[in-house]
């Protein structure tokens, strides 16, 4: 593990040799921050982000100081001091090279890395911003605090919605979907809805999580493709939820060592199409632990509880990921090293079956017809299929093309197969499949080399020559064709090279050392021979083409020929641009498909091909401006025509003229180092720089005259001007005395108007004095007025205070009713468990009785029997075992049927006491019908009370005159309430039924064990006629209260008519 310490140096390399991460961490490097004062300390990483690409992050400390890492280029830089801690970072999508930061102050500021100036300043948030989230256009961002969510456009950096809500609920986090136009907005509450962007209307909302594993959700991550939302919290639960169905579809529990969660993050995979599976979770330990949401298997983890991770970040292609450790360093890391479970290509969809050498099959044996359901052979005999076994045997065991083989696992055989069925390959694995035909080494270190020396001096004013609009892509492009340079010095000369390098350039941007290999291997390999006649178009390449196309077309070439169009002409400009002026993406990435799969003279077959498909129209041209247009624009031409009639040159060409035998075989970049090209005549791009190198100073020399020239004629000028300056200053001077003199002059006639104009303001301010007096006389009126006003509403108020306090009364009257009835229950269920108790009670003396009687009379019988047992024989002693032995055999008799006697009264005492219960639940249930009767009848009651008083609320508002007559009738009605008020009758007791019970004849208890069970049973009878007796006087009462009020009403409107008459 290589470790770097920033220091106070501005930019540098972050590494000094070649990183080699160690399996069982993964980490590229350590980066920390200490300040090289008198006493150092060290500034901690607080925020990371990485940008689009995935090749650059930025950081932050806590004293502001930000920092680009360009992992690619093996470069760090300071962008900015912003002089304050930053709570947020983000890149800017839409202009690359711009990043957003929120700063402690609430502020988001967003800068240039480039320029480092300073592009925009934003304000409006009153807390810590501790979010950003950009739109996948690059047009919008949200940035998040606990307060508010606003939504600001990039375009302008003016705000252009805001999101405020209840500081109860606040926000956790409000973010757009990848690839989306939806908003998606997180609260506190676990309540998440989906917003439209442009028109901020709501799209949906989850619904609650389920209440077993109901958890506060605090952080929150989303699939690439915007399918698969995970939510986690102060839990080892995970809840993963379908954006699409709108609904839960798995939870998954972490390990007991994680108590809580503090990250969520998708680990992106190259061939998973967006859907990722891998999910990244840093839990309170500070380890962050890689599971696959699928099969819920742990990959691998990072960090330990020693070096604890506080934050992490992942590039967007997966390959790195940037953690900040709670010392306040920042660790790279690399995931290839951590795993190969990710960005690994899925298996080949071909398998194919070789030939046994010396053995000639018959074309009839391997016809097969392929339909979409399966694959259908022709009929075979025994001996057929045993020899199809064997081969395949012999295939995999001594007949393997070594030749074929690449290192990753592919086979060139079966890819050209694949290719020939398919016509091209598929788009998901093309770049996969490039990179192991072209068997590109990847040598980092040289390329760095190579990127480290600059912009070539012949590239510096490239966008003049090819002005592009991406700022990105010319970057690109400017370095590669650089590297080039750098690599060959002919490249520097080389005109057409930036139309050879852009369409790889546009294809790899995102990774420029795959562009640079790919370019150098397709100019070693294709492009051979191409520079023995520099600066001249490659004669020798171009007449293999016209001898190829003189065999298959003499027609066409001799039409060229009439017409003056050589080769430079139909044949070059195809090959300088590699096609891609003349085809389309799609149909140059099938081009080259075929042209990367085959050997290196395939590509001059295909201007050959391209020609005689074209055929038609070019004999049809007769000016040169139109063969110049044709081979410079798109045609309509069928590229799979012109490949198949490619394939059909390479096997009828004959071999004297054929381009395969002039060309060498492919041969692939070396590993390590590049190889050194120097196929061109040396002493010409010599002779071509010396001149340049003559011109470039003979260039300085004139640029310097003529800023000495420059410099003398602007002295000259500006001592002109000085002059000129001087003149128009003494002219102004006596302009300016002419117009002081009218100046005083109007003055003082100005001074004579202002004392006119001041008599007039004292005129009309007296005036105003006058009406104000009047004014202030009416005011005062207005007071008195507005005085009497305000007495008279607050004898209204009196008024009404009384009534709402005399309904207040009568509602305290109708509770204290209820909190009765309630008592008399209570009262109910306490005399009820009372006599339960008592029953028990008095069953246990009588069973204690009769335990006492048995003992007793078992004593006497004992006493008795013992001295008359002495003085018998031992014949009445035999006689006495047996009458024994007969009378234990009736005492058993009589045992059992006394038994049987007793389980049959048990039973049919527990069919008696089922009835018992059933008629119980009745009454229950007639009970409560009943006190919801007089609930209705009370609810009725209180409803005419609020309309009469209603009633009174008119009759006083219209009669105010009649006050305090109104007062003195309530007071009257008042005094008839309190006396016409009975006191409730008190609940009966079960004193006397208990003193019945408990006052049993201690006789009629000790004969028989019936007598009990018949006294439980009278027991019952009374307890069944007392709650008869309690619900007829309850049922009286009712009917009491409701006469009561019913008079009480008629009164009330009776009264006030009475008083008003």
């Known amino acids: 593990m290589q470790s770097i310490n920033l220091g106070n140096k501005e930019s540098g390399k972050i590494w000094h040799r070649k990183p080699s991460p160690a399996t069982r961490d993964g980490i590229i490097v350590n980066i920390i921050h200490n300040t090289s004062d008198h006493l150092p300390k060290v500034l901690r990483f607080l925020n990371v982000a990485f940008d689009s690409s995935g090749d650059s992050l930025i950081a932050g400390d806590h004293q502001g100081n930000i920092y680009v890492f360009d992992l690619y280029g093996n470069r760090f830089n300071l962008v900015q001091r912003t002089s304050q801690a930053c709570t947020a970072l983000a890149f800017n999508l839409h202009r690359k090279s711009e990043f957003l930061v929120a700063l402690a102050d609430y502020s988001i500021k967003c800068f240039d890395t480039v320029t480092k100036e300073l592009v925009s300043w934003m304000r409006g948030h009153e807390s810590s911003v501790f979010s950003i989230s950009v ?32 500081q109860s609920v606040g926000i956790q986090k409000v973010f757009f979907l990848p690839l989306s136009n939806t908003i998606l907005s997180c609260f506190k509450d676990n309540s998440i809805f989906a917003w439209e962007c442009d028109t901020l209307v709501c799209k949906y909302q989850l ?69 990722n599976q891998v999910l990244g979770v840093l839990s309170q330990d500070g380890i962050m632990r890689f599971v696959n949401i699928q099969t819920c298997k742990l990959l691998f983890e990072i960090g330990s509880l020693d070096e604890g991770i506080s934050s992490s970040a992942i590039s967007p292609h997966g390959r790195y990921i940037a953690s900040i450790m709670e010392n306040g360093s920042l660790n790279i890391y690399s995931v290839q090293t951590l795993t190969k479970e990710i960005n690994k290509p899925p298996p080949p969809l071909v398998k194919v079956i070789e030939d046994l050498p010396k053995r000639k099959v018959n074309s009839g044996d391997l016809k097969m017809k392929v339909t979409s359901g399966r694959v259908q052979r022709p009929a075979k005999s025994r001996e057929n299929k045993i020899q199809a076994r064997i081969l395949k045997q012999d295939l995999t065991g001594n007949f393997e093309n070594k030749e074929n083989e690449f290192s990753d696992g592919l086979n060139k055989k079966r890819l050209q197969i694949l290719l020939k069925g398919y016509g091209e390959y598929p788009t998901k694995y093309r770049m996969f499949i490039w990179r192991s035909l072209l068997q590109l080494p990847e040598n980092h270190t040289a390329f760095s080399n190579l990127i ?24 690109v492009l400017q370095r590669t064709l650089s590297a080039l340079a750098h690599w060959s010095a002919i490249f520097s000369d080389t005109p057409y090279l930036p139309l050879l390098a852009f369409p790889f350039v546009k294809l790899f941007q995102n990774n420029q050392l795959i562009c640079f290999e790919v370019v150098a291997t397709l100019i070693i390999n294709w492009c051979q021979h191409w520079f023995e006649y520099f600066p ?32 430079q002409l139909y044949a070059w ?94 041969v692939a970049l070396t590993k390590g180092q590049y190889p050194v090209f120097n196929q061109y005549p040396k002493f010409i791009v010599d002779y071509q720089t010396q001149e340049r190198e003559r011109i470039r100073n003979d260039e300085l020399d004139y640029l310097r005259e003529r800023q000495a020239v420059e410099d003398t004629q602007a002295e000259v000028d500006r001592q002109r001007v000085e002059d000129e300056a001087w003149y128009q200053t003494q002219v102004l001077l006596r302009e300016a005395e002419e117009t002081r003199r009218e100046m005083l002059l109007q003055e003082e006639e100005m001074m004579i ?167 119980v639940a009745k009454l229950l249930r007639k009970n409560r019908k009943k006190e919801m009767e007089v609930l209705n009848a009370v609810m009725e009651g209180e409803a005419k009370k609020w309309e009469e008083a209603e009633e009174q609320d008119f009759h006083l508002k219209s009669e105010k005159e009649a006050a305090a007559l109104s007062d003195a009738s309530r007071r009257w009605f008042l005094g008839n309430e309190i006396h016409g008020q009975h006191p409730c009758p008190k609940v009966p007791t079960c004193q006397d039924e208990w003193v019945a019970s408990s006052c049993l004849p201690r006789t009629s208890q000790l004969k028989d064990i019936s007598e009990m069970e018949s006294l ?26 409701r006469q009561r009020l019913a008079t009480q009403a008629r009164n009330r409107c009776q009264t006030p008519h009475l008083l008003a008459t």
């Open 135 to 166: 739109h996948a256009s690059g047009r919008y961002a949200i940035t998040t605090s606990t307060d508010t969510a606003q939504l600001w456009d990039l375009d302008t950096f003016q705000r252009k919605r805001k999101l405020n809500v209840l």
């Open 207 to 275: 619904p609650a999580p389920p209440e077993s594993s109901s958890i506060l959700y605090k952080v929150f991550a989303v699939t690439r493709d915007g399918q698969i939302l995970a939510a986690a919290g102060k839990s080892n639960h995970l809840h993963l939820w379908c954006l699409e169905a709108k609904q839960l579809f798995r939870i998954i529990q972490m390990p007991t060592k994680v108590r809580a969660i503090r990250h969520l993050e998708f680990l992106p995979d190259s061939f998973d199409a967006g859907s």
């Open 452 to 475: 480290d020396k600059g912009t070539h001096v012949a590239f510096l004013n490239l966008q003049r020559k090819y002005p592009i609009k991406s700022r990105k892509l010319l970057r």
């Open 536 to 567: 001249n178009p490659p004669i020798n390449i171009l007449s293999m083409i016209e001898n190829v196309l003189a065999f298959h077309d003499k027609e066409l070439l001799q039409h060229f020929i009439n017409h003056d169009i050589t080769s």
């Open 573 to 666: 400009p195809l090959l300088e641009t590699v096609f891609s002026e003349v085809l389309t993406r799609e149909e140059w990435l099938k081009l080259f498909d075929n042209v990367f799969s085959s050997h290196p003279s395939f590509l001059l077959l295909t201007v050959v091909a391209y020609n005689i498909c074209s055929r038609a129209p070019l004999l049809n041209c007769n000016l040169k401006d139109d063969f110049e247009y044709f081979f410079h624009h798109r045609n309509n031409l069928d590229i799979s025509a012109v490949i198949r009639e490619v394939y059909r040159l390479m096997d009828t060409t004959p071999t004297d003229i054929h381009p395969d035998s002039m060309l060498d075989v492919f």
């Open 753 to 919: 108007q202002q004392r006119q104009k001041l008599a007039a303001v004292k005129r009309e301010l007296k005036v105003k004095e006058v009406h104000l007096q009047d004014a202030a006389g009416r005011r005062l009126l207005q007071l008195q007025q507005d005085q009497c006003e305000m007495e008279l509403r607050r004898l209204d108020d009196e008024i009404e205070r009384k009534v709402h306090m005399r309904d207040r009364e009568i509602a305290a009257t109708a509770k204290d009713l209820e909190m009765r009835h309630l008592e008399l229950e209570s009262q109910k269920r306490l005399y009820e468990k009372n006599l339960t108790r008592n029953q028990e009670a008095i069953a246990k003396e009588m069973r204690e009785d009769a335990d006492a009687y048995k003992r007793k009379v078992d004593l006497e019988e004992h006493m008795f029997l013992r001295p008359i047992g002495t003085d018998q024989t031992q014949n009445q002693k035999t006689q006495k075992l047996i009458e024994e032995n007969l009378a234990k055999a009736e005492q058993a008799r009589l045992n059992t049927d006394w038994r049987m006697q007793a389980l049959h009264k048990q039973r049919c005492d527990d069919l008696h006491r089922n009835e018992c219960y059933q008629e």
């Open 1016 to 1041: 439980t049973q009278i027991l019952l009878n009374q307890r069944k006629t007392r709650w008869d007796t309690m619900e007829w006087d309850l049922m009286e009462r009712v009917r009491n209260l």
